[in-house]
Nanobody, 124 residues
C-alpha cells in the first residue's frame, strides 16, 4: 500500500520556522521526484518546491526561494521542507507528492502519490 504521511505543521508567528516531514512507503522511493504543494482556501494547488530523484537537485517557487529548503533521505524514505522567515501568506495546507520521473515539475497533475496534508498557520 502506498502511503505518504506528513507531519510538523502547526501555528507559528511571522518570522518563525517550521520543519515539515513526509514519510513515504509502498513505492520505489528512489525512482520518484518529490515535491511540496500547498493549498489555501479558495485557491488551487500551488507548487512550492521539488527535488529530483537521483542527484537530489532542488527547485523552488519564487515566492519561497531563499526561505524554504527541501531535502530527501533515501535511506529512511523521507522528504523534508525547512521553512524559515515564515509569512502570513505561507498559511496553507501543505502536501508532499511523488511523481514517477527524474525532475520535479510544477504541473501538479503529474504527481501520482499524495499525502493527506498538514496545516501550517502563520499568524500573530
Amino acid at each position: 500500500e502506498v502511503q505518504m504521511v506528513e507531519s510538523g505543521g502547526g501555528l507559528v508567528l511571522p518570522g518563525g520556522s517550521l520543519r515539515l516531514s513526509c514519510a513515504a512507503s509502498g513505492f520505489t522511493f528512489s525512482n520518484y521526484a518529490l515535491s511540496w504543494v500547498r493549498q489555501t482556501p479558495g485557491k488551487g494547488l500551488e507548487w512550492v518546491s521539488g527535488i529530483t530523484s537521483g542527484t537530489g537537485t532542488a527547485t523552488y517557487a519564487d515566492s519561497v526561494k531563499g526561505r524554504f529548503t527541501i531535502s530527501r533521505d533515501y535511506a529512511n524514505k523521507m522528504v523534508y521542507l525547512q521553512m524559515d522567515s515564515l509569512k502570513p501568506e505561507d498559511t496553507a495546507v501543505y502536501y508532499c507528492a511523488a511523481a514517477r520521473r527524474y525532475s520535479a515539475t510544477l504541473v501538479v497533475q503529474e504527481y501520482v502519490h499524495w499525502g493527506q496534508g498538514t496545516q501550517v498557520t502563520v499568524s500573530s
